[in-house]
């Protein structure tokens, strides 16, 4: 694997497995590159400190202990934006605002999965989980 700069997400392919590699605290980090709630690739996303927000939903997730922080929202984008396009005008779209809300909250968001990380001689390996 290549080393990643800090404060960036680096997409690495290996075989059939895509990697999520970022440095945080000068420690590495590997997750698959799918967020666990529809598979957007979480290397397009953006990381601040240790959190990555997923570019489709911007559902975001702490990389020091892979916990979810906040979970995915309707139409992604702006969160202030999506509030205020989903503020009804009539019964049928207060209605329909009240469904989408149950609907999410009942989405199911899977933890990340993680690598292990073993460095040896400069170089950087996620260890699969059938090779631990």
Known sequence: MMKS???????????????????IDGAVRVVEDR?????????????EGCVVTCP????RFDLSDYSL????IMGGGNREAATAAAAPIDPEAAA????????????RTKP????????R???IYAILPNEA
């Not at 967020?35 to 990381?47: E, N, Q």
């Not at 922080?69 to 995915?72: E, F, G, I, Y």
Request: charged share 15%; aromatic share 6%; glycine share 6%.
């Open 121 to 123: 001689d400069g170089n």
């Open 112 to 119: 990340l999965v993680v690598f292990a990380v073993l460095q």
């Open 96 to 107: 329909r605002a009240a469904r989408r809300s149950q609907m999410m909250a009942s989405v």
């Open 56 to 59: 489709q939903h911007r559902a």
């Open 35 to 47: 967020c666990p709630h529809m598979a957007v690739p979480l290397s397009y996303g953006a990381i």
């Open 5 to 23: 700069p800090r404060g960036s997400l680096q997409w690495i392919t290996a075989g059939d497995i895509d990697f999520c590699v970022t440095r």
């Open 69 to 72: 922080v906040t979970a995915p």
